[in-house]
């Protein structure tokens, strides 16, 4: 990128086609180049506009503003559906939450990307078929594949959320890269959203009962309801609209809890050893275990995607190796735990579900880790750190379509 925009100085129209191909990367370049290219009225109207930051707080087009709110009031109606149809809320729930809404996110980012028809079509049959397949999925309480399904569907589905998000163009890292960043600006945006919408509904609660109504089951019912189902989609629509929003929060957030999380995790290591807990013999606890590790993974994929390297420097990159390397650890003694498990009792769906995850994160730290060795001594950039990273959503999104939709057929939906 950075070559071929030195290239394209005196070419407005090949600038914005770098531009409009990957924002964040461009932006990302341009800055770093723009000491030495400064002077020209084009580099200049350029550095205005990838920095200009107004005070306001801008609401886009009212078409987009009124998509945002049909969408959202939609994912609500989603949501109601046991109500409505007299469906036993933990059954639908289980097997449907990730249609409350990821498909309207997805309709969402296809009518900002302008996905072409054929585009169009393979992503709603999937959603279509995805509805379909779980629902039809027969029923049982001790079927651990039924349980493996439900738990995937929502990470395959995310992937596919990605491949739209990115305009078709999944095979580009920074694209990709985008999309990891968008997530995390979604996590703060959408976490101030709940805790702005858990005060307003407290306070109006609150204020009906000093005059004796209660509104308590009412509000719960259709306003907290509605209000859940349209933060990730009200979310998105704050973040793309106004970047300005988290784009200062987020990366503040990663650099504050990169050294925290890292202190925390060699502490916990430490104490496992105290304790004489284990997860080779503790089924609860290698649960607990893989999630901390899934938690910690995304944390270290969320400070390298956010914090740009200029503003992380060499203490916060070997932070962040430091992390990755503790992660890492973490990984291998679950790893040998499934592992141990395996051999003792043999092979279930969860032991081999919990398996393949944990072999392709472990890959996937372990070149992580490389390349940000690299990045301490220079030898690398940040952004090879980054295309580490994202270069392996592909393998994420397999496994989970692996084991959403053949685990019940290979084990015979035990």
């Not at 409350?100 to 996110?105: D, K, T």
């Not at 379909?132 to 929502?154: E, K, Q, R, W």
């Not at 990605?162 to 960043?181: H, M, P, Q």
Request: aromatic fraction near 14%; charge should be positive.
């Amino acid at each position: 990128m950075e070559q071929a925009i030195l290239e394209n100085l005196k070419n407005p129209l090949e600038l914005e086609k770098l531009y409009r191909g990957s924002k964040s990367t461009f932006k990302r370049e341009f800055n770093k180049l723009y000491p030495t290219i400064k002077g020209s009225e084009l580099v200049e109207g350029w550095n205005q506009r990838l920095n200009y930051e107004g005070s306001e707080i801008s609401w886009g087009a009212k078409n987009e503003l009124l998509l945002v709110v049909v969408l959202s009031l939609m994912a609500g109606l989603i949501a109601k559906i046991p109500a409505f149809l007299g469906v036993q809320e933990d059954l639908f729930y289980q097997r449907n939450i990730s249609f409350i809404a990821l498909p309207f996110l997805a309709s969402y980012f296809i009518w900002k990307q302008r996905l072409v028809a054929k585009q169009l079509v393979a992503v709603g049959f999937l959603f279509i078929s995805s509805v379909l397949y779980v629902n039809m999925l027969p029923h049982s309480y001790t079927s651990d594949t039924l349980v493996l399904a439900c738990i995937h569907l929502p990470l395959f589905l995310w992937t596919v959320l990605g491949y739209v998000f990115t305009g078709g163009a999944y095979n580009s890292l920074s694209k990709r890269l985008d999309f990891i960043k968008y997530n995390g600006d979604l996590l703060v945006m959408s976490a101030v959203t709940a805790i702005a919408g858990g005060l307003f509904v407290g306070i109006s609660i609150g204020l009906f009962g000093l005059i004796g109504l209660n509104i308590e089951q009412l509000y719960f019912k259709y306003v907290v309801v509605f209000g859940a189902a349209a933060i990730p989609i009200v979310g998105t629509y704050l973040v793309r609209v106004n970047p300005q929003l988290v784009g200062k929060v987020s990366p503040v957030i990663a650099k504050v809890f990169t050294p925290l999380v890292l202190v925390t995790l060699v502490i916990y290591l430490v104490a496992i050893l105290g304790t004489g807990k284990n997860p080779y013999t503790d089924r609860d606890f290698l649960i607990v275990f893989n999630l901390l590790l899934v938690g910690v993974m995304a944390i270290v994929f969320f400070s390298v995607a956010e914090t740009s390297s200029d503003a992380r420097g060499k203490l916060g990159t070997l932070m962040l190796f430091a992390l990755t390397v503790a992660t890492a650890i973490v990984n291998c003694i679950a790893l040998s735990a499934i592992l141990f498990r395996i051999s003792e009792w043999g092979i279930t769906p969860n032991r081999l579900a919990v398996l393949g995850s944990n072999l392709i994160m472990l890959v996937n730290l372990g070149v992580v880790s490389y390349k940000l060795y690299q990045a301490t001594t220079r030898r690398v950039e940040m952004e090879a750190v980054e295309g580490a990273i994202v270069a392996f959503l592909p393998y994420y999104s397999l496994w989970t379509f692996i084991v959403a939709f053949a685990f019940p057929a290979i084990f015979q939906f035990k």
